[in-house]
């Protein structure tokens, strides 16, 4: 088998014969072998297609190797190169879009205004009631549950000590919708839980921000580019509402989830655990809704306020129940905690 210099160098032989989706495969390839190969995320940068994710990888470049020229150079590439990509085309607004309309003939309208008036007259409308009539309604119905993709059986977990996978609950739950406040907030975060406040633990000082890492490339069951070999990482599945664990490429943990419900899903993308707390209370007064729930357990957040945690108040694994955050059985979020650390990757995908 090539190390990681030796596959570095092919592609950028195939670089320079116009080969560019050769070169992709030797550079992830070599990045596989070796992910601090600075020259590999370079050379992986000229090749990709995207100029987002060309600048992602010259990031990683330079995280890695700040002073190297080549580096340097790629930077300033790789901003040309994003700045010259043509942006997205403007939406185009309702109400200028209905310019572009022909009038109505003048007859036709009179007769829609005189309709109007007759239904609004024998209807009974009130410019306050009827919004609030609508919410009231909402509110009080339920939320038919997802249809989604039958979870995977294979025998699991590998772990010491494991905590079985529990089959989804064939009975339908009743879901009641979000709680509209007072004060009208229906726009808040994707998920509930709030600012971190520890219950149980001290306040930790984070050593990592909620940073997105380079997009992955290639297939969802292959290792992402930027993990080691012998790295811990958490795969997070909301096709089949799955969370393997890995070290390298080697499954050691896998347990079922529920993610976001519609229209509070859960976020896509690779990130890395920056905040834990053994146990939290989490208000959503603070957002406008009406959930408080105290001493949620073994809480890891991995982007803003979306976290894995543990969870007591259903037991319908394997189907999305949440407001964005990647629910567990409480025993399988106690040994993801205390398995992971402090900067774990959390990749989430369909």
Same mark, same amino acid.
């Given at each position: ?15 320079? &014969?116009? %080969?560019? $989706? ?7 390839? #070599?990045?596989?072998? *070796? ?9 992986? #940068?000229?090749? &990709? ?19 190297? !020229? ?34 109505? !003939?003048? +007859? ?22 009827? *919004? ?9 119905? &339920? ?12 025998? +699991? ?16 739950? !009743? ?10 907030? $229906?726009?808040?975060? #994707? ?11 001290? &306040? ?9 890492? #380079?997009?992955?490339? /290639?297939?969802?069951?292959?290792? !992402? ?23 390298? %490429? ?7 989830? @529920? @993610? ?22 989490? %208000?959503?007064?603070?957002? /406008?809704? %009406?959930?408080?729930?105290? =001493? ?30 990647? =629910?567990?059985?409480? /025993? ?19």
């Amino acid at each position: 088998m090539m190390d990681s210099d030796q596959l570095t160098r092919q592609a950028r032989a195939a670089l320079k &014969t116009g %080969d560019k $989706q050769q070169a992709r495969v030797l550079s992830q390839q #070599a990045l596989r072998v *070796d992910p601090q190969n600075h020259m590999a995320w370079m050379t992986l #940068a000229v090749a &990709t297609p995207s100029p987002q994710a060309a600048m992602d990888y010259v990031q990683r470049a330079y995280r890695l190797q700040p002073d190297d !020229p080549n580096v340097q150079k790629g930077l300033v590439w790789a901003k040309r190169r994003l700045a010259a990509q043509p942006p997205s085309p403007p939406l185009v607004p309702i109400a200028t879009h209905e310019k572009t309309r022909k009038p109505l !003939p003048l +007859i036709l309208l009179i007769i829609i205004i005189l309709l109007g008036v007759s239904v609004i007259a024998y209807v009974g409308w009130s410019p306050f009631g009827g *919004d609030g009539d609508m919410v009231a309604a909402i509110a009080v119905g &339920t939320v038919e549950k997802t249809a989604v993709s039958p979870p995977i059986t294979t025998p +699991i977990p590998l772990s010491p000590n494991p905590q079985p996978i529990i089959a989804p609950d064939s009975t339908p739950h !009743p879901i009641q919708p979000k709680n509209i406040a007072a004060n009208g907030k $229906q726009n808040a975060w #994707a998920t509930w839980t709030t600012t971190p406040t520890p219950t149980n633990t001290p &306040t930790p000082s984070p050593t990592w921000q909620a940073t997105f890492l #380079a997009p992955q490339e /290639g297939a969802l069951e292959e290792r !992402p580019l930027n993990i080691g070999i012998n790295e811990k990482w958490i795969d997070v599945d909301l096709t089949h509402q799955t969370l393997p664990a890995y070290e390298g %490429d080697a499954l050691v943990y896998q347990t079922l989830i @529920s @993610s976001g419900l519609s229209p509070n899903l859960t976020v896509t993308g690779q990130f890395r655990v920056w905040l834990r707390f053994e146990a939290q209370t989490m %208000d959503g007064a603070r957002l /406008g809704y %009406d959930y408080y729930l105290e =001493n949620v357990p073994y809480v890891m957040y991995f982007f803003e306020d979306y976290a894995l945690h543990g969870t007591f108040w259903h037991n319908n694994f394997g189907n999305p129940m949440s407001h964005g955050c990647v =629910n567990m059985e409480t /025993g399988d979020a106690g040994w993801i905690y205390n398995w992971s650390e402090m900067g774990t990757v959390v990749n989430v995908h369909y």
